[in-house]
């Protein structure tokens, strides 16, 4: 049986509370100058005896970018690993850090529940969390119905004897073209949502995981959606009271 060596252990609050660091920064998607908000810091070491002994040191961080995003900083050293950097510590960031991570983009005039919906989907897809991306895509799709009031839409069914019946479907597969019954939106982008309601369905229903590459493009289409339906009628509305002033006031320079 081996004897215990004499064991220290040792924690300082706020060490480097105030330092400036580099740091690669989620939002800015590029590495930035952030500094140190809060900070525990905690130190063990083992002698086992006059000649050997282990130590290790953690420094734990709540980071913030210039731009104001937060993250959490882990760094680690231990006197028996040999494969770490030259500086001697490893470093951990959260939430992880993806070089070709997915921006969250600013969308103006955009319902804020929807917007909230549409950052956390944008997260968990940087996350890895692909089920669940799909899912959030699904949600964003219902959230644009829900806002413009539409809780049906017509759908054609196909019978027992072959024919095809018209009726309405307060399922989102109706909600869907009660969009474009509305002329919220065009056949070939209501076609686009469609493509998010099968993903979403895998997901929710089926369990399935797609891919990093078909969420990258379902993605890119609902911020285009999200464009489409909520910012460009406002910038068009701009324009045209821009356009407006310019007229009454060359008619009428006083």
């Given at each position: 049986?081996?004897?215990?060596?004499?064991?220290s252990?040792?924690?300082?609050?706020?060490?480097?509370?105030?330092?400036?660091?580099?740091a690669?920064?989620?939002?800015?998607?590029?590495?930035?100058?952030?500094?140190?908000?809060?900070?525990?810091?905690?130190?063990?070491?083992?002698?086992?005896?006059?000649?050997?002994?282990?130590?290790?040191?953690?420094?734990?961080?709540v980071?913030?970018?210039?731009c104001g995003?937060?993250?959490?900083?882990?760094?680690?050293?231990?006197?028996?690993?040999q494969?770490?950097?030259?500086s001697?510590?490893?470093?951990i960031?959260?939430?992880?850090?993806?070089?070709?991570?997915?921006?969250?983009?600013?969308?103006?005039?955009?319902?804020?529940?929807?917007s909230k919906?549409?950052?956390?989907?944008?997260?968990?897809?940087?996350?890895?969390?692909?089920t669940?991306?799909?899912?959030?895509?699904?949600?964003?799709?219902?959230?644009?119905?829900?806002?413009?009031?539409?809780?049906?839409?017509?759908?054609t069914?196909?019978?027992?004897?072959?024919?095809?019946k018209?009726?309405?479907?307060?399922?989102?597969?109706?909600?869907?073209y009660?969009?474009?019954?509305?002329?919220?939106?065009?056949?070939?982008?209501?076609?686009?949502?469609?493509?998010?309601?099968?993903?979403?369905?895998?997901?929710v229903?089926?369990?399935?995981?797609?891919?990093e590459?078909?969420l990258r493009?379902?993605?890119?289409?609902?911020?285009?959606?999200?464009?489409?339906?909520?910012?460009?009628?406002?910038?068009?509305e701009?324009?045209?009271?821009?356009?407006?002033?310019?007229?009454?006031?060359?008619?009428?320079?006083?």
């Open positions: 049986m081996t004897a215990k060596g004499k064991i252990e040792n924690m300082v609050e706020n060490k480097t509370k105030g330092r400036e660091l580099q690669y920064c989620p939002d800015c998607r590029r590495d930035r100058e952030h500094v140190v908000v809060v900070s525990v810091d905690t130190y063990f070491s083992e002698d086992f005896n006059e000649y050997s002994g282990i130590s290790a040191e953690d420094n734990y961080q980071i913030k970018c210039r995003c937060l993250s959490f900083r882990h760094l680690n050293w231990f006197s028996e690993f494969d770490q950097e030259a001697g510590y490893t470093e960031l959260y939430p992880p850090r993806k070089p070709d991570s997915l921006p969250v983009k600013k969308f103006q005039n955009v319902p804020t529940l929807i919906i549409y950052e956390e989907t944008i997260k968990t897809f940087n996350d890895g969390s692909y669940l991306c799909a899912a959030g895509l699904r949600v964003i799709v219902e959230g644009i119905c829900e806002v413009n009031g539409v809780k049906d839409g017509p759908v069914r196909q019978q027992k004897d072959g024919s095809d018209d009726c309405r479907s307060n399922r989102l597969e109706g909600k869907i009660g969009l474009c019954e509305k002329d919220i939106l065009t056949k070939k982008s209501a076609d686009m949502l469609h493509e998010h309601r099968f993903l979403g369905n895998g997901a229903h089926d369990l399935a995981e797609p891919g590459r078909e493009i379902a993605i890119e289409l609902i911020e285009h959606i999200l464009e489409d339906i909520f910012v460009m009628p406002q910038k068009a701009t324009l045209k009271k821009i356009r407006l002033r310019a007229k009454i006031k060359s008619v009428d320079p006083a």
